[in-house]
Structure formats: C-alpha cells, structure tokens
C-alpha cells in the first residue's frame, strides 16, 4: 500500500487538528493521532504503520506490509461521548462534526424538540453508487444507527429520504419498517438536487427554509446515511472513523460502471484507487473530481482521500475552445465561481463574462444558497448579458431544472452551451444536465460527438 496521508483538516470546515504524534512513531490502526483545536473532530490513523513526516496540514505514515483486520478501540463511554470520540464528521458532504450537530451542549435539553431526524439517502451527486450499497448490504445496521441518533437528539420519528429508482433498497427498509413505528421512508424524485439539507427537509417535511436557516428551524436535523453507520459503528464496535466507502468512476479501463469499494482506509491516494478500479481508459481522461460532479473539486492524483470524500471521478477529455470567449452562469447548485473558471481553463477559453442567478443567495462565509430550489426566475437576462459581452459559449452548473431554462433562450440567441458537468456525465454514461427535458441514453461509446457545438441531444 502506498503511503497515507491523514489531513489535519477532513472536512471543509473547521480547524486542523494538531498532531498527537512525532515523526518516527510507530503507530496502530485506529490509534488517536491528531485532536481538535477548534471546531473539528479527531483524527486517527488509517493503518498501522510508522509516521514519516508531519508537515502543516498532513501526517504522513508509511504503512506497514500486513495490515490488521482489527483496530484500536475507542473507550466506551455514553453514546454521544463515543461519536465524539470517534471522530465522526458529516460523510456526505462538508464534513461538520456530528457530535455538534446532534447536541446544543445541554444534557437536560436536547437539540430537537420531539423533531425529525432526516436520514439523506438520496445519493444525490449523479453517478455514484457507495450509500445504496451499504444499505442493501446492512438495511437493519441503518435502522439501529438512526435510533442512535434519535434519542441522542431528542427526535420522535426518523424519516429516510431516499430516491424511488432504488426499488430493491426501498423494498428491504420497507421489510424492516413495518416493525419500527418510529421510522419512515419518504421517496424521492430523480432529480439534481435533492440531498441539499434544505430539500431534504422541503420533500419530507413540506417545510421551506430560507437560505440561511438551518435545519432545526424545521425541528429537524438532516444526516446523511454513511454517517449514520458510522455512529452506529462507534457504539457498537467502539469503531473510529478510519474507513470511508466510496465510488470510483469514468474514464476507467473496462467500462463506465461505478467501483464501490468499501471500507477504504482513509488518506489512501487518488491514484491508488484509480488503479483499483482498473486503471486509466486508453482513450485518456480530462481531469478527476473529488466528490461528486456539481460540487466536487478538481483534484490531483497524490491527493489523499479525506472521511468526507465521497467520489473519484474520471472525465472525458477537454475539448479546445481556442481561446473562445465564454460566459459564466454561477448557481447555488454547482461549482462556485473559482471552479468554472478552471473549467474555462482547461477547455482553453476566455472568460468573456460573469452572471450570477438572482436567486443564487450570498451567504456569510461566501458560500451560495438558492432562494427557491426548483422554481427558476428564468436565465433570459442572464443569456442577453452573455450575448451583448460577446460570448460565443456559456458553461453552466445548474440543476436539472433550471438547466432547462438557460436552454431555452441560450441556443436560440446562437449560444453554445456547456454545462459543468458534461464530461464527467459522458464518463459515466449519465445523460447530460443541458438536454434532460429531452432526456435519451448517453452512448456510452465515446465516439459520441461532443454536441456543444449545434446543442442537440446526444444520442
Ligand atoms: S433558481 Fe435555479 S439557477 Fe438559480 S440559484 Fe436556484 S437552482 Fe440555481
């Protein structure tokens, strides 16, 4: 096994950790090896093995050749002591610490007011494949992990959001519901976006949320459902968090399926699980995501996998818009702005311009939120700015329903649109986000032609 590389910081937000540990140490699976300096969670080793190097943001540990199936256990103590323990950190998406968001610090007051916990199985990023595959392998682990959660947070019912194509998943929860007055499934629509925690809480609880409101303000606290088994993993077995489940997909020898592969020790690289999956596709690639295709980042392939990563993905290859003059469509749902300007990059263009939605709002820390998720203000004046700065092209990071609005207009103004998430959707044989209204199957041959060029279906 190459060497590890366990972040300091595992998360997008938090503090690094500091390290327990000095460079020489041997240590063990599962031992402690950097804890919080602020908000954050603890970090143990992956492996057993030796520490080589520490530097500002990374421990690195050689591994050593036999590998032990066990691990260090962590001392048992209350439910919420050994999540926090544990390590135990958002698994699909920022990567907040659940012993935070479970808890108001408050023993005689739980967070929730005989409220909702909203387990996110919706899987929502297209392509991936880990969280629907550790429910068919384990449906009654999720159940426990939830009643978990529930009484830690003061919840009376827990609801498991989940999209209704996974038929034979849903079968198996609806087996085990029967017996578990407390929980529920809600089904999902198909549709990008459904995981963000806003639309978790609008589809199972009919609530709106405001941009900058949380989900307690829906009584309710939205979890995703990795990070469900993980509690119940830190309860049971005294588990640290040291293995993350994940997708490996694209561009890869053999085929555009999804690799699953579970329990995958945190900090392995890139690379490394690229060449688990079979390796490169001859054909070449364009660049690999981290994380999903909407709000993933582009990575390299030393890059470490962190306890929050949930994707690698492979895309196809840039095509060369020689310098083109491009605009910029920037939404909550996609790439922020500094992410399609790589993209622009690498396809070798010029930004020509910037839009933002109106309905893409700012938020403190300079992320954005839609103001009403799925209800479009229309992208016609975007589209005129884009055509009156000169822009020969536009790239996009819509969701599946207002990309159907910036299509509308965009083509017929001579527009030539990409979306952010093309490559990697031809990759994995998903059909492309710009052409869903007229939705046909992806060729999962790449002699498809990259249709930007005339906007027509691919086909
Ligand atoms: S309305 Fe549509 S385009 Fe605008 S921010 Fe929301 S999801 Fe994005």
Redesign the pocket.
């Known amino acids: 096994m190459e060497n590890i590389q366990m972040l300091l910081k595992q998360g997008a937000v938090g503090k690094p950790c500091a390290p327990i540990v000095a460079v020489g140490d041997k240590v063990k699976r599962g031992q402690l090896i950097a804890t919080p300096t602020g908000l954050g969670a603890n970090v143990h080793s992956s492996v057993a093995g030796e520490v080589i190097e520490i530097t500002d943001d990374r421990i690195i540990i050689k591994p050593n050749a036999k590998q032990p199936k066990t691990f260090v256990k962590i001392k048992k103590g209350s439910n919420l002591e050994m999540i926090k323990e544990a390590g135990i950190i958002g698994q699909g998406g920022a990567g907040f610490p659940t012993f935070i968001k479970i808890y108001n610090g408050k023993e005689d007051k739980p967070v929730l007011d005989h409220g909702y916990i909203l387990v996110n199985a919706s899987e929502c990023e297209p392509g991936l494949a880990h969280n629907i595959a550790q429910i068919d392998a384990d449906p009654e682990m999720l159940l426990r992990g939830m009643h978990y959660v529930m009484d830690i947070a003061g919840a009376d019912k827990g609801i498991i959001a989940i999209k209704k194509k996974h038929r034979e998943t849903i079968e198996k929860l609806d087996a085990l519901l029967k017996d578990d007055p407390a929980i529920e499934r809600h089904l999902l629509p198909d549709i990008y976006p459904m995981g963000e925690e806003r639309a978790v809480v609008r589809e199972c609880l009919g609530i709106e949320l405001e941009p900058d409101k949380l989900p307690s303000a829906a009584n309710s606290v939205v979890i995703n459902s990795e990070t469900v088994y993980s509690c119940a993993k830190a309860i049971e077995e005294q588990k640290p968090l040291i293995d993350k489940n994940i997708t490996v997909r694209g561009m890869i020898k053999g085929g555009s399926e999804a690799h699953v592969f579970m329990d995958v020790p945190v900090g392995r690289s890139v690379e490394a699980l690229i060449e688990e999956a079979g390796g490169f596709d001859e054909r070449g690639y364009g660049e690999i995501i981290m994380g999903g295709s909407f709000t993933g980042k582009a990575c390299e392939l030393g890059d470490p996998i962190t306890k929050a990563t949930g994707a690698i993905l492979v895309t196809r290859q840039f095509r060369d818009l020689k310098g083109a003059k491009v605009g910029i469509?920037v939404?909550?749902?996609?790439g922020n702005l500094e992410r399609m300007e790589d993209l622009v990059k690498k396809y070798n263009g010029t930004v020509g311009h910037v839009c933002y939605?109106?309905?893409?709002a700012e938020m403190p820390n300079g992320s954005?939120k839609?103001?009403?998720?799925?209800?479009?203000?229309g992208?016609v004046k975007n589209n005129l700015e884009f055509k009156k700065a000169g822009c020969e092209y536009i790239i996009i990071g819509?969701?599946s329903?207002?990309s159907n609005?910036v299509m509308a207009s965009g083509p017929k103004m001579g527009l030539k649109v990409m979306h952010m998430t093309d490559l990697a959707m031809m990759a994995v044989g998903h059909p492309l986000y710009r052409t869903l209204k007229v939705s046909k199957k992806v060729d999962q041959d790449l002699n498809v032609v990259d249709n930007v060029e005339d906007n027509e279906t691919v086909e």
């Open positions: 469509l939404c909550a749902c996609g939605c109106k309905q893409a954005r839609c103001e009403r998720p799925g209800n479009c203000p992208q819509n969701c329903d207002c609005t």
